[in-house]
C-alpha cells in the first residue's frame, strides 16, 4: 500500500539532545511537508521540500534541520537550540507544492523531552 | 489578525444527530482542505474544496470563496466521526503554504 511511514511513533529525549525524526513516503509525490503541532492546537509548517535537495523555512523553523537527498525520503532534525522541542510532529507529501494538490500525512511522531 | 477561524470549537453531538462546522478565513485563496484528525492523531483529508459543494457519503462541503467562509456538514453522526476537523487554506498571497485552523473538536456519544 502506498503512504507515508515516520518512525519512531514515539520518543524521549534529554534536554540538550539532537533527534533525527524519520519520514518516507512511497506515493511518488514531489513535495514533502513538516508539521509541528501542541495540545489543542492546529498544525504550524517547519520546513517544506518540492524537489530534491532544495527545501525552504516555513513559520517555524528556528531550531530544526532537514535534508531532502532523495524524493522518498524528507528526515527533521529537532536540535538543542529548539527551546520547547515537546510535540507531536507529523510529516505531509503532496504531488506538487502548490495549487490543487492534496496532503497525504503519515501518523506522527510524539517526541517527549524529559 | 486570525487568518484562518474554526468554529465552534468544540461539539458534542448523540448518534444520529447531524451538524455544521464553519471556517472562516481572511483573504482569497488558491485551496483549501478538511481533515480529520483521529484520537490516535492520523488526519485523513475529506475534501479538496477552494469553491463550490462537494459531497461524500454523510459527509459534504460548501466552500463560497467570494464571503471568505467555509461549511463541513456532518449527517447522522457516528461515534467514528470523532476527533478534531480541521480547515487549512492556502492564500492567493502565499503559495506552498497550508495554513491550518485550530480546529473544531467533535465528541460523539451513542
Known amino acids: 500500500d502506498g503512504g507515508i511511514t515516520q518512525s519512531p511513533k514515539y520518543l524521549f529525549r534529554k534536554e540538550g539532545q539532537n533527534v533525527t525524526l524519520s519520514c518516507e513516503q512511497n506515493?511518488?509525490?514531489?513535495?514533502m511537508y513538516w508539521y509541528r503541532q501542541d495540545p489543542g492546537q492546529g498544525l504550524r509548517l517547519i520546513y517544506y521540500?518540492?524537489?530534491?535537495?532544495?527545501?525552504q523555512k516555513g513559520d517555524i523553523a528556528e531550531g530544526y534541520s532537514v535534508s531532502r537527498e532523495k524524493k522518498e525520503s524528507f528526515p527533521l532534525t529537532v536540535t538543542s537550540a529548539q527551546k520547547n522541542p515537546t510535540a507531536f510532529y507529523l510529516c505531509?507529501?503532496?504531488?506538487?507544492?502548490?495549487?490543487?494538490?492534496?496532503?497525504?500525512f503519515g501518523a506522527g511522531s510524539r517526541l517527549t523531552v524529559l | 489578525g486570525i487568518q484562518v477561524e474554526q468554529s465552534p470549537p468544540d461539539l458534542i453531538l448523540q448518534e444520529g444527530a447531524n451538524s455544521t462546522l464553519r471556517c472562516n478565513f481572511s483573504?482569497?485563496?488558491?485551496?483549501l482542505q478538511w481533515f480529520h484528525q483521529n484520537p490516535w492523531g492520523q488526519l485523513i483529508n475529506l475534501f479538496y474544496?477552494?469553491?463550490g459543494t462537494k459531497q461524500n457519503g454523510r459527509l459534504s462541503a460548501t466552500t463560497v470563496a467570494t464571503e471568505r467562509y467555509s461549511l463541513l456538514y456532518i449527517s447522522s453522526s457516528q461515534t467514528t466521526d470523532s476527533g478534531v476537523y480541521f480547515c487549512?487554506?492556502?492564500?492567493?498571497?502565499?503559495?506552498?503554504?497550508?495554513?491550518f485552523g485550530t480546529g473544531t473538536r467533535l465528541q460523539v456519544f451513542p
Open positions: 505531509a507529501s503532496s504531488e506538487q507544492g502548490s495549487g490543487a494538490n492534496v496532503l497525504t
Open positions: 506515493l511518488n509525490h514531489d513535495a
Open positions: 521540500s518540492q524537489i530534491v535537495n532544495d527545501f
Open positions: 483573504d482569497s485563496v488558491n485551496n
Open positions: 474544496i477552494p469553491s
Open positions: 487549512a487554506v492556502e492564500f492567493s498571497y502565499n503559495t506552498d503554504k497550508l495554513i
